[in-house]
C-alpha cells in the first residue's frame, strides 16, 4: 500500500485520478461540514465547483426536500440556505434533504477528483473511520489537501500526516515517500494540539476574524464520528 499526499489540488489535473482510491481533506470547513451534515441524516450532498452550477443543479431538484449550503469567503451566500458552518447542519434542518454544497476550495477539490474509482471525504471528526476503511480496501491512495485557493495549508496536511500516521498503526508495510514524510512530521510536532494549531492557522485567523470561533472548537474534535463520506454518481453519501 502506497500513499501520496496533495498539499494542494493544483499539482494534479482531473485525469489523473482516474481509477484512484482518493480522500479529500478540507478541515477548515468543508469536510467537517459535509461529515456532520451526513451523520445528521442528510440524504446527499452535492458538490459542485461553481455557484451559478449550484443554483441551476438545486432548480433541478425536488422543492422541498433540497437546501443550498456553502460559502463565499467564509459567508453565506446571498440565496442560499445554510452557510458552511457545521453548526448549522444539524439533524432537525438535513434530515432527508439533499444539499447542494458549493465551497471556495472543498468542493473543488472534490469535484477534480471526481473520476477516482473511490473517492472518500475525512475530517478530524471522521479520521479513524476513513483509516480503517482505506485498510479494508488496501488500495495506494492520493490524500488530497483542498489547501487555500491552490496554496498549501496547515491545517490539511496536518489531518493527510495523521491520517497516514493512523493508517501505518494498522498496517506498518505502507510505502513512505517525501510528501508522506513531511505530513507525518507535521503531524508530529501538531497532532496533539489541533485546537492550537487550527487557531494559528491562516484560514483559523480568518475564521476567528469574521466570527467563526465556535467552528474552530468543532473542526478540533478528533474521532468523534464512526462515518465515511463516498462520492458515488454526482453525490456524496455515508457508507453502510
Ligand atoms: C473552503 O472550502 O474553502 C472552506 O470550507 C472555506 C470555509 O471555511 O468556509
Known amino acids: 500500500m502506497k ?19 482518493s480522500v479529500v481533506i478540507d478541515v477548515l470547513r468543508a469536510s467537517s461540514t459535509i461529515v456532520t451534515a451526513l451523520k445528521n441524516g442528510a440524504k446527499e450532498i452535492v458538490p459542485v465547483a461553481t455557484v451559478e452550477f449550484a443554483v441551476k443543479v438545486s432548480g433541478g431538484m425536488f422543492g422541498g ?50 473520476f477516482s474509482e473511490n473517492l472518500f471525504v475525512c475530517s478530524f471528526l471522521n479520521l479513524n473511520a476513513v483509516a480503517k476503511h482505506l485498510v479494508s480496501l488496501n488500495n495506494n ?27 501505518i498503526s494498522m498496517n506498518p508495510e505502507v510505502e513512505l515517500n517525501d510528501s508522506l514524510y513531511a ?39 478528533l474521532n468523534v464520528f464512526d462515518v465515511v463520506p463516498y462520492y458515488t454518481n454526482g453525490v456524496l453519501k455515508l457508507m453502510k
Open 183 to 221: 505530513a507525518l512530521a507535521l503531524n508530529e510536532k501538531y497532532g496533539q494540539v489541533l485546537l492550537k494549531m487550527l487557531k494559528q492557522s491562516e484560514h483559523g485567523k480568518l475564521l476567528i476574524e469574521n466570527g467563526f470561533d465556535e467552528d474552530i472548537n468543532y473542526c478540533a474534535q
Open 65 to 114: 426536500q433540497t437546501l443550498l449550503g456553502g460559502e463565499r469567503n467564509t459567508k453565506k451566500i446571498e440565496g442560499f440556505a445554510l452557510g458552511n458552518s457545521p453548526l448549522e447542519y444539524e439533524e432537525k434542518v438535513v434530515n432527508g434533504k439533499s444539499i447542494v454544497f458549493y465551497t471556495t476550495n472543498g468542493t473543488k477539490a472534490l469535484t477534480k477528483a471526481r
Open 3 to 21: 500513499l501520496n499526499v496533495l498539499f494542494s489540488p493544483i499539482v494534479a489535473d482531473e485525469l489523473y485520478f482516474t481509477g484512484k482510491t
Open 141 to 167: 491512495v492520493e490524500i488530497i489537501c483542498a489547501g487555500r485557493n491552490n496554496f498549501f495549508s496547515l491545517e490539511d496536511t496536518v489531518c493527510a500526516g495523521k491520517l497516514a500516521a493512523e493508517i
